[in-house]
């Protein structure tokens, strides 16, 4: 009904430059959108308000002349002007039942689209250092990627999915040599560890892992280990970042660099494969795992920051390489390469997104934490420099979720160990619930997972009251066969004039807004539209079973009324298939 709409407004525009009440050449984008107000009729248009300066008459004046120019139409029963100059559109109801059909016919292609023109996407998210398993707080990420991807596809993106691996740095350094440490203490080693260490559960286990492999090759004797370090956080001048970098010298030094290589390598497997399958089990799949190191070891980032300097936006001062972001409005320059010749983890990002638009990729979605927020202008400002489009990076902020237990708050520090890990959310509440309770605010939002709601069966817990919607329908299709009733869609569609009812026709409305639902919300990179709009469809069919019933003797009563909650089943499905959540038969 809406592209109807749209094309009896485009010729109305023609006859409004024909007549000379609007110039020739003037250009008009037609917007018409479902109304929220029944009393606002179904559909309303802001025509007239976007052209009354062209015309030179007032917007309600402009209304009148648009409404006088509309053909009869027997499916569009009223139309009104409003407010200062909106047109309200009011459908016959039998007209809105004709989406049924369009439903049932398409079925999990419903609600589909073109918007993405087949342009290519590249949708980087995640990206937690491989220093451990993912928590809570990356959950969100996941969620939200993972969902923004599958509804970009939806709406005609060629979608990439990529995990960029950050297994270059100081951090990964400091990681290996907590997992040796942690061997020396097995080969029976005493010290002190060190206090910025990796001190989880999971090094140990990595460190069992060594163990096993090399038995004691590796050993080296705690006073040599320690031998020049810096004193530790707690002793007399000591500093922990000293102490804990000393140390990573010391590992490199002693174990040489196919062993030191040997220990990264494992801890690095180990826990990667650890997220990749954690992720797998939370419905979360990627196109690419890149690796960070892989664009120090091809030449990538050298190749980045040499186009930089031939650019003159790098210069040295003290010994290190610093890039001119504040020519682009960045508080001060950022440092590419330190005064020791390492690269910083700026220099690896500036490669990394100038790799991704050499791969040829249109858009770039980059969905990070929103404490990046002030990271955006300086890796725009060196795509600018390198004479690259920074408008093709897109980043979406999301706030990490605050997971509460009562009303203790957990804490989630993966240096400590002390973290609610992602796999322990997915074993308390379920995929579908976390999937589901992640995705329904917007990513920016400031969010507090409440995991009694989360893992309570009632009404108050929307994945419940959207799944046991779907579960309700196919319950009433169970029951149809025990009546001894068989499902006659091509009758029920034959039939959907005897749908008087206004529950029937509000549901058939809901699932006439589902596609351009979709579209927005692909645009405007917002899934948890999806998840409000489960939500109104689940308590339209929840108030329509409380009201009526499906199964009644007159057959064609009872297969229009099945063929339109079938309909709503198969949307049910579909926005629930976008942001990763199960269709349940029976709950």
């Not at 005609?156 to 951090?171: I, K």
């Not at 979406?396 to 240096?415: D, H, K, P």
């Not at 699932?511 to 999806?530: G, K, T, V």
């Amino acid at each position: 009904m809406k592209t109807k709409l749209n094309q009896i407004l485009i010729q109305v525009v023609e006859q409004l430059k024909q007549q000379g009440i609007l110039p020739a050449e003037q250009t008009v984008r037609i917007q018409v959108d479902a109304t929220k107000e029944k009393a606002h009729g179904d559909f309303a248009t802001n025509l007239a308000m976007m052209l009354a300066k062209p015309a030179g008459m007032p917007p309600r004046a402009l209304a009148t002349k648009i409404l006088a120019l509309l053909p009869q139409d027997s499916v569009i029963t009223r139309v009104e002007i409003a407010g200062p100059g909106f047109i309200n559109f009011f459908v016959a109801d039998q007209a809105k039942f004709a989406i049924v059909q369009r439903v049932l016919e398409q079925a999990s292609r419903f609600g589909q689209s073109n918007v993405g023109q087949g342009r290519s996407v590249l949708v980087e998210f995640v990206s937690a250092n491989p220093t451990g398993p993912l928590h809570v707080g990356h959950g969100r990420g996941a969620a939200y990627g993972a969902s923004l991807s599958n509804l970009l596809a939806f709406s005609g993106f060629e979608v990439t999915r990529e995990y960029y691996v950050n297994d270059a740095g100081r951090q990964m350094d400091i990681l290996a040599t907590s997992v040796w440490l942690r061997y020396l203490e097995i080969c029976g080693e005493a010290f002190n560890f060190p206090s910025n260490g990796y001190k989880g559960d999971y090094i140990y286990a990595v460190s069992r892992q060594l163990f096993a492999q090399r038995g004691d090759s590796l050993r080296q004797p705690s006073l040599e280990v320690f031998a020049g370090v810096h004193p530790d956080e707690g002793q007399p001048d000591g500093d922990k970042e000293q102490h804990i970098d000393d140390l990573i010298l010391r590992a490199k030094a002693l174990l040489g660099a196919a062993d030191y290589e040997q220990v990264f390598g494992l801890v690095l497997k180990d826990i990667l494969s650890d997220i990749e399958e954690d992720l797998a089990e939370f419905g979360v799949q990627f196109d690419n795992w890149f690796s960070e190191r892989a664009l120090m070891h091809t030449g990538v980032v050298d190749a980045a920051l040499e186009k930089l300097q031939k650019s003159g936006q790098v210069y040295e001062q003290n010994g290190a390489l610093w890039f001119r972001s504040t020519d682009y409005g960045d508080e001060k320059d950022r440092v590419v390469v330190r005064d020791n010749g390492l690269k910083t983890y700026f220099a690896s990002d500036i490669a990394y997104h100038f790799n991704k638009l050499e791969r040829g990729y249109e858009t770039l979605i980059d969905i990070w934490g929103a404490d990046h927020h002030g990271y955006i202008p300086r890796v725009k400002a060196a795509m600018q420099a390198m004479d690259t489009n920074p408008d093709a990076l897109e980043v979406q902020l999301v706030q990490f979720a605050i997971l509460y237990r009562g009303a203790e708050r957990a804490q989630m520090s993966t240096r400590s160990g002390q973290f609610v890990t992602l796999r322990e959310l997915r074993e308390e509440v379920g995929v579908d619930a976390a999937r589901f309770f992640y995705v329904a605010r917007k990513s920016e939002q400031h969010m507090d997972f409440d995991l009694d709601l989360a893992k309570s069966k009632s009404n108050e817990n929307p994945v419940y009251y959207i799944q046991y919607a779907h579960a309700r329908i196919s319950n009433v299709l169970n029951q149809l066969e025990a009546k001894g009733y068989t499902l006659d869609l091509t009758q029920g569609l034959a039939s959907l004039e005897s749908l008087t009812q206004t529950h029937e026709t509000d549901l058939a409305s809901k699932l006439a807004q589902f596609p351009d639902l979709i579209s927005r919300a692909a645009l405007a990179r917002e899934p948890h539209q999806i998840a409000y709009y489960l939500k109104e469809l689940a308590h339209g069919l929840h108030s329509y079973y409380n009201a009526s019933q499906f199964i009644v003797e007159d057959d064609a009563l009872r297969n229009a009324r099945l063929a339109l909650v079938c309909a709503v089943q198969q949307v049910l499905k579909n926005g629930l298939a976008i942001i990763g959540v199960s269709a349940p038969e029976s709950m």
